[in-house]
Each structure stands twice: as C-alpha cells, then as structure tokens.
C-alpha cells in the first residue's frame, strides 16, 4: 500500500505541532507490512539532502515562503505528485489549510485520510480571508476524505456537529518514552541551573500566549529563577520581533528552537513548564512535559483540559494575572517528579490505530 503525506512541513527536525506529529508517527507506520509511506516536504523548511529518513521516504517539493499561500500552493503541488510520481493509494492529508485539495485527490482517483489537528481559523494570525478559507479547508476535508481522524474529543465534536461524521477516528497525538540527559553541559552554555528555570517550549506566534508569561514571570517577586522560550518564528513578524524585544528587556533566555538532545535537556531539568496558548489541537510539547514528570501549567482551554490534570494545573485563559498568581505557587513547591497516565498517547498504539485506518479505506 503506497500512503503519500501532505500538509505537513516536513520531517526530521522542522518546528511544529503536526511535524512532530508525523516525525514520530510515520516511521512506524513504515515499520508495517506492505506500507510504503512518503512524506512530501516543503523545500525551503528543510537544509538536508535526505532521501529517506526512518524507513520513511522523502519527496522535496518547492512552494512559495509566505504565510498566505505557501500551504495551498505546495498542497496542489504535493497532490500531483503523489498521483503520478508516487503513483499513492491514499494521500494522508494533515491540517485543515491543506485538506482544501480533498477533493482534487479524490477526483485524481486516489482514496483519501484527513487528520483534523485543530480549528486553525482560530488562530489570531489569520486575517478574515485566510480564516475564510481555512473553515472551507476544514470543510473539504470533512466531506470529501473518506476517513477523518481527529486528535482530541474536543475535535471530534467539532466534525460530528458541523459535518455530521460520526464515523470520525478519534486518535491521539503521542509522546515518545523520555530521554533523561545527565550531562549539564548544555545548561551550562546558557547559563541555567538545574531545576532553577521555567520552560515554554513553541512556535512565536500570537496564540501561544508567550507574551502573556513574560509578563506573569517579570511580575514575580523576588524570583530565584529563570524563564527559558525554547522556540523561534516561522516567519519573522511584528508579533515575533516584539516578543523577542520584551523577552530581553525582561532578562528572559531565548534558546532558540531546538530539538533532540538539547531540547531534552531542557525538559530533564526544568522545574516547571509552562503552555499559556489560547488556541492547541492537542498539545504534544505538554504532553512532552508530563512524560518528564514535570510540574505543568496550562491554558484551560478545551483541548489543553482533555489531558485531564488537576485543577491546580490550569489557569484562566489571557488572565495574566492568574497565570502570575498560579506560577508563583508552583515556583514555592518543592521540585519532586510527577506521575502521569500517559496510555493513552502511546506512538506504538497511535500507529497501530491509523494502520487500521489505511486497511478499511481500501475496501471503500
């Protein structure tokens, strides 16, 4: 069975929720009998020559780099190649910007799976034309693909009230087994002590929230500790620029987007970690979090409230005083390890279930 994947970046190491999302998922999809997968990326994401990564094979397409047009663009693009140079059974379609070419690759003959990660016309970047064509995305995808996979309850509500289908795969995002890094060099380098930082690991854009923390963190009285971004923008913007200038101005460490050993790091010995955002699909950064036994705090937004931690674990959404006041509480505990039911999130399972999915689309 040949499964082509769009709307995704790119993978290995690209930043992002739906590139981690098909970084650990794919290369064990591929591990399965007769799954041939191919993850088409978009170009200029990716300074690597790779071919194939994991058993996962790599398809190198351009797109245009700006914000309003690259998905659509490389989607239309990818959906192409997946019929006649993959020559794809089934085009897996990941986020609702990219499901807009639903229809196209099931005219073109091929079956089609969609994952829903989010309601991304929420997301406060958008303009009202690109939040206008992301709710027709979510549409296309939900009426054309002949399986939706969603990655929360909080999703599969949307599409069961809006499009009706009830026959939607709920599937979680997953979270690897923690690396535990004893080495301290990297913390050393940016001048961290061990369980003395909080830690907010994503994307600089609006809907995250950072802001909101620099703020609430700068409010702390007396604090012993520091605030790292583990992070960077895709597109440098008003909203990136001035975060970063408020971030130095408030003596707050900008690591920079980071990945594997580094970013492991970062989670091994940070005493809290932190996920203000007004807008998650299904967080796998706090899930990361969790898995490391961290002390959290979250957003009590819907899809960061599915994870199900307690009460003292979320703040009020934007209320950068309850953020100020919840942090502090944290920050006066003792670090001590957290345990968490993390079942649900097994990538092992998570590949298993989509498998399956595969397998009954083919007999549609």
């Not at 969609?114 to 009426?143: I, N, Q, S």
């Amino acid at each position: 069975m040949r499964i082509t994947v769009i709307g995704t970046r790119g993978i290995p190491n690209v930043m992002g929720g739906v590139e981690t999302h098909c970084e650990e998922l794919f290369q064990r999809v591929a591990k399965s009998d007769d799954m041939k997968v191919t993850v088409v990326r978009r170009q200029h994401y990716v300074s690597d020559a790779l071919k194939e990564y994991k058993g996962v094979e790599l398809y190198d397409v351009p797109s245009p780099k700006r914000k309003s047009f690259e998905a659509i663009v490389h989607s239309i693009r990818a959906v192409f190649v997946a019929r006649f140079r993959l020559h794809a059974d089934i085009v897996h379609i990941h986020a609702v910007g990219p499901a807009l070419v639903a229809p196209l690759a099931r005219m073109l003959g091929m079956k089609v799976v969609f994952t829903h990660h989010g309601p991304d016309y929420d997301r406060e970047k958008w303009g009202c034309a690109a939040k206008t064509m992301l709710k027709f995305g979510e549409r296309m995808g939900c009426v054309f693909a002949n399986r939706v996979i969603v990655i929360s309850e909080t999703i599969k509500e949307i599409v069961v009230r809006k499009y009706q289908r009830t026959d939607a795969c709920l599937i979680y995002n997953g979270v690897p087994a923690p690396t535990i890094v004893s080495n301290s060099s990297y913390l050393e380098e940016l001048g961290l002590q061990k369980q003395k930082y909080v830690l907010a690991v994503g994307r600089f854009v609006p809907e995250k929230n950072f802001h909101q923390l620099v703020e609430a963190f700068a409010a702390l009285p007396d604090s012993n500790f520091k605030l790292v971004l583990a992070g960077d923008a895709d597109f440098d913007d008003d909203y990136s620029r001035e975060l970063k200038r408020l971030a130095k101005e408030k003596g707050v460490l900008l690591a920079g987007f980071v990945k594997g050993e580094k970013l492991f790091s970062l989670f091994t010995d940070a005493a809290c970690f932190v996920l203000p955002s007004s807008h998650e699909g299904l967080p796998i950064s706090l899930l990361e979090a969790m898995s490391y036994g961290l002390s959290v705090l979250a957003s009590d937004i819907p899809a960061n409230k599915n994870v199900g931690l307690q009460s003292d674990d979320y703040f009020r959404c934007g209320d950068v005083d309850d953020l100020q006041k919840k942090l502090r509480k944290k920050l006066s505990e003792p670090v001590v390890s957290h345990s968490y039911d993390l079942s649900l999130y097994d990538w092992d399972k998570i590949a298993e279930q989509t498998v399956e999915v595969y397998k009954s689309v083919m007999f549609l």
